[in-house]
T-cell receptor, first 110, second 114 residues
Framework: DAKTTQPPSMDCAEGRAANLPCNHS???????VYWYRQIHSQGPQYIIH???NNETNEMASLIITEDRKSSTLILPHATLRDTAVYYC???????????FGAGTRLTVKP | NAGVTQTPKFQVLKTGQSMTLQCAQD?????MSWYRQDPGMGLRLIHYSVGAGITDQGEVPNGYNVSRSTTEDFPLRLLSAAPSQTSVYFCASSLLWPSNQPQHFGDGTRLSIL
C-alpha cells in the first residue's frame, strides 16, 4: 500500500479553518484516503474518507487533488476540542491493515 | 448507541499471568480486529475476524489468541503475559469485509506487564 507524508505539527487559531495536508504520491487507483484523529488517551476516531471526489460530512471536508497524489482535511471552524493527532491513511478495499503513521499534531489555540 | 466497547480500561499483570481483553460492538458489524499501539510504531494488527467463527492472524499475532463465537464479541487472550506485551490495545470493527467502509475503534485497554 502507498505511504503517506504529513507535517509533524500545526497550529490553528480557535474559530479559524484548519487545513491539514497529506501527500500520497504512490497511491493506487483502488486505494481510498481515510482520515482519523486521536485525542490523548482515546481511541482513533474516524473522520472522513474518499476515493477521488471531494467529500463533506458533519465533522470535516476532504479535498483530493485531481491526480490523487495529495489531499487536505479541512476542519471549517476549529475548536479547542479539535486538538489531536490527525492521521491520513490510504488503503484498498480489501486491505484490512490500518497503517497509522506519525500523523500531524494539531494544536488549536485560543 | 455504544459503538465499540473495550474492558477493562487499565490492567496491570505480572509476567506469566493470563488474561482476556474484552471487545464488544452493538452495530452488527461483521469485521472485527485487534491492534496494539506502541510509542513510535503506530498501530500494528494482531488478529482479525471477518465473521463469527472465522479468525486470522495479522502482523504481530505471537503470544495472543482470539475466537469469535458471536457477531458482537471478539475477545483477545494473553496466555502467558510478557513485558514486551506492555502496550495500549485497540479493538476495531467495520460493517463488512472486504469493504471501503471505515473501521471504528474502541477507547483502548492500557496494559502493563511487570
Amino acid at each position: 500500500d502507498a505511504k503517506t507524508t504529513q507535517p509533524p505539527s500545526m497550529d490553528c487559531a480557535e474559530g479559524r479553518a484548519a487545513n491539514l495536508p497529506c501527500n500520497h504520491s504512490t497511491i493506487s487507483g483502488n486505494e481510498y484516503v481515510y482520515w482519523y484523529r486521536q485525542i490523548h488517551s482515546q481511541g482513533p476516531q474516524y473522520i472522513i474518507h474518499g476515493l477521488k471526489n471531494n467529500e463533506t460530512n458533519e465533522m470535516a471536508s476532504l479535498i483530493i487533488t485531481e491526480d490523487r497524489k495529495s489531499s487536505t482535511l479541512i476542519l471549517p471552524h476549529a475548536t479547542l476540542r479539535d486538538t489531536a493527532v490527525y492521521y491520513c491513511i490510504v488503503r484498498s478495499y480489501n486491505n484490512n491493515d490500518m497503517r497509522f503513521g506519525a500523523g500531524t499534531r494539531l494544536t488549536v489555540k485560543p | 448507541n455504544a459503538g465499540v466497547t473495550q474492558t477493562p480500561k487499565f490492567q496491570v499483570l505480572k509476567t506469566g499471568q493470563s488474561m482476556t481483553l474484552q471487545c464488544a460492538q452493538d452495530m452488527n458489524h461483521e469485521y472485527m480486529s485487534w491492534y496494539r499501539q506502541d510509542p513510535g510504531m503506530g498501530l500494528r494488527l494482531i488478529h482479525y475476524s471477518v465473521g463469527a467463527g472465522i479468525t486470522d492472524q495479522g502482523e504481530v499475532p505471537n503470544g495472543y489468541n482470539v475466537s469469535r463465537s458471536t457477531t458482537e464479541d471478539f475477545p483477545l487472550r494473553l496466555l502467558s503475559a510478557a513485558p514486551s506485551q506492555t502496550s495500549v490495545y485497540f479493538c476495531a470493527s467495520s460493517l463488512l469485509w472486504p469493504s471501503n467502509q471505515p473501521q471504528h475503534f474502541g477507547d483502548g485497554t492500557r496494559l502493563s506487564i511487570l
